[in-house]
T-cell receptor, first 113, second 114 residues
Framework: SAVISQKPSRDICQRGTSLTIQCQVD?????MFWYRQQPGQSLTLIAT?????????ESGFVIDKFPISRPNLTFSTLTVSNMSPEDSSIYLC??????????FGQGTRLTVV | GESVGLHLPTLSVQEGDNSIINCAYS??????FIWYKQESGKGPQFIID?????DKRQGQRVTVLLNKTVKHLSLQIAATQPGDSAVYFC?????????????FGKGTHLIIQP
């Protein structure tokens, strides 16, 4: 299984600001994803991070709010832009190879005040 | 820290008993299913998976059953231990626009009573 490191592990941010979350994997992976887990809820897929091209966003999530980069096969970033208290969640990076299970990082716990 | 199980259904079982956690999935076209365990303050941890061409798969102390007719998935944990206390999520693949991403169920908070 891949080892996934997310930074920061947690943060408290002022509304209106932006936060960039980093996801580093210890090996090259085919697929990288970003999920959101609101307090006491399940996980929701935000987008698939595509290497060298624009991310593929799920319904309800847009690039202007959640810009994503994936410059190579081991690294991706998710930015939460113009934050409001409703953005307070755990943001999780996930990786997978073709036809295998997905592994998750420990998550970034974001609180917007 | 915050509890991911705060608003989720709860299953409470005695230590040593068997647990069965159920999940209904949404799309009959889904071809791959996974159970994850999430402990407080951690990311989801893979437990066991099953593909749509199977109806049962066993691991160490865990069994997953798949009933495609009624779109139902279950996770059986044998001889539960205190370390099994966590939130359990089923997930399906092959749904929605991101074909390789996972769609998660609501989750069940499993509590092991001593």
């Amino acid at each position: 299984s891949a080892v996934i490191s997310q930074k920061p592990s947690r943060d408290i941010c002022q509304r209106g600001t932006s936060l960039t979350i980093q996801c580093q994997v210890d090996s090259q992976v085919t697929m990288m994803f970003w999920y959101r887990q609101q307090p006491g809820q399940s996980l929701t897929l935000i987008a698939t991070a595509n290497q060298g091209s624009e991310a593929t966003y799920e319904s309800g999530f847009v690039i202007d709010k959640f810009p994503i980069s994936r410059p190579n096969l081991t690294f991706s970033t998710l930015t939460v832009s113009n934050m409001s208290p409703e953005d307070s969640s755990i943001y999780l990076c996930s990786v997978a190879q073709a036809n295998t299970e997905a592994f998750f990082g420990q998550g970034t716990r974001l609180t917007v005040v | 820290g915050e509890s991911v199980g705060l608003h989720l259904p709860t299953l409470s079982v005695q230590e040593g008993d068997n647990s069965i956690i159920n999940c209904a999935y949404s799309n009959s076209a889904s071809d791959y299913f996974i159970w994850y365990k999430q402990e407080s303050g951690k990311g989801p941890q893979f437990i066991i998976d099953i593909r749509s061409n199977m109806d049962k798969r066993q691991g160490q102390r865990v069994t997953v059953l798949l009933n495609k007719t009624v779109k139902h998935l279950s996770l059986q944990i044998a001889a539960t231990q205190p370390g099994d206390s966590a939130v359990y999520f089923c997930a399906e693949k092959g749904v929605g626009g991101g074909a390789d991403g996972l769609t998660f169920g609501k989750g069940t908070h499993l509590i092991i009573q001593p």
